[in-house]
């Protein structure tokens, strides 16, 4: 499965974006997708998973509260609404396919499919 993320930008501390992830090659329907993240000289820090399904969500803690993942399988594409940006938050974001639907340990699985990132710019 090929996954290519976009929506990233620009946005000032406080403000709102919304990221996509689009599937090819397969229906994702039967995959667990996760974001995450990496910040330059940082590691790579999980943000979010969605199960195949899109019932159960995880989140890390840095993000609990302030993003949202959701998915329409229909679409093939997986959602990630940011709010309450903070420069911190200032990263490449990459969405990730597991052939694990449910996520067993969603924070600390292995993930088999990763995109390209998209840049995430926040000012303060």
């Known amino acids: 499965v090929q996954l290519q993320a976009y929506g990233g930008g620009l946005v000032q501390a406080g403000g709102s974006l919304r990221l996509s992830c689009a599937a090819s090659g397969r229906t994702i329907s039967s995959y667990g997708m996760g974001w995450f993240r990496q910040a330059p000289g940082k590691e790579r820090e999980f943000v979010a998973a969605i199960t195949g399904s899109g019932f159960t969500t995880y989140y890390g803690d840095s993000v609990k509260g302030r993003f949202t993942m959701s998915r329409d399988n229909g679409k093939n594409t997986v959602y990630l609404q940011m709010g309450s940006l903070e420069p911190e938050d200032t990263a490449v974001y990459y969405c990730?396919?597991?052939?694990?639907?449910?996520?067993?340990?969603?924070?600390?699985?292995?993930?088999?499919?990763w995109g390209k990132g998209t840049q995430v710019t926040v000012s303060s």
């Open positions: 990730a396919a597991s052939v694990w639907s449910s996520l067993p340990d969603a924070h600390n699985l292995r993930f088999d499919y």
